[in-house]
């Protein structure tokens, strides 16, 4: 099974900074298939990556992702308010797996 | 309008049976895998399974296999995720998602979460 480590476990930054998250696996990912999402306390996760770079209908094009083989990076260029949330990232190129989440909090 | 309804929120006790639903609309439900994720309150998502309901081809994630039973009803559109016997551990909210392609892939499409509580 592919083991996904989000890094850091929790990032505190300013409205307009700049957010950048980490996702390793821990074997190549199949056709850099990997996924980032949003979750917003009380909601359901919500799609806003995929195929490492893709953005999914209606995210935002300050969000962007990148990366290939075992280290991906999802970047936020200046956060909004509505951005301080947990992401997690989630490979599917072996089965699925996600990553533990890294929580983007108000400094 | 597209969309994954789930069924209500459980209390159960340790040792019980439970069935919840996630039922879909506004798509042709056999041409879609339905997906099913775990989250403990505060935790992190799990991904547990997913069942393509055109042939029933269900697969599971390891850490759950034999522990729950994923089926799909397509003359009522709907998704199941069945316990036999649950503990404690299981307590958790649980979506059910939809990819957003034609493969077991990212999921675009989220139902709203069933609360379940196994306590004695």
């Known amino acids: 099974e592919t083991v996904l480590t989000q890094s850091p476990g929790t990032l505190s930054l300013s409205p307009g900074e700049r957010a950048t998250l980490s996702c390793r696996a821990s074997?190549?990912?199949?056709?850099?298939?990997l996924a980032w999402y949003q979750q917003r306390p009380g909601q359901a996760p919500r799609l806003l990556i995929y195929?490492?770079?893709s953005r999914a209908t209606g995210t935002p094009d300050r969000f962007s992702g990148s990366g290939s083989g075992t280290d991906f990076t999802l970047t936020i260029s200046r956060l909004e308010p509505e951005d301080f949330a947990v992401y997690y990232c989630?490979?599917?190129?072996?089965?699925?797996?996600f990553g533990g989440g890294t929580k983007v909090e108000i400094k | 309008e597209v969309q994954l309804v789930q069924s209500g929120a459980e209390v159960k006790k340790p040792g019980e049976s439970v069935k919840i639903s996630c039922k879909a609309s506004?798509?042709?439900?056999?041409?879609?895998?339905i997906g099913w994720v775990r989250q403990v309150p505060g935790k992190g998502l799990e991904w547990m399974g997913i069942?393509?309901?055109?042939?029933?081809?269900?697969r599971y994630s390891p850490s759950f296999q034999g522990r729950v039973t994923i089926s799909a009803d397509k003359s009522v559109t709907t998704a199941y995720l069945h316990w036999s016997s649950l503990e404690a551990s299981d307590t958790a909210i649980y979506y059910c998602?939809?990819?957003?392609?034609?493969?077991?892939?990212?999921?675009?499409?989220w139902g709203q979460g069933t609360m379940v509580t196994v306590s004695s």
């Open positions: 074997q190549s990912i199949h056709n850099n298939w």
């Open positions: 989630q490979q599917y190129g072996r089965s699925l797996t």
């Open positions: 998602a939809r990819p957003q392609g034609a493969g077991p892939g990212p999921s675009d499409l």
């Open positions: 195929g490492a770079s």
């Open positions: 069942i393509y309901p055109g042939d029933s081809d269900a």
């Open positions: 506004g798509y042709i439900f056999t041409n879609f895998w």
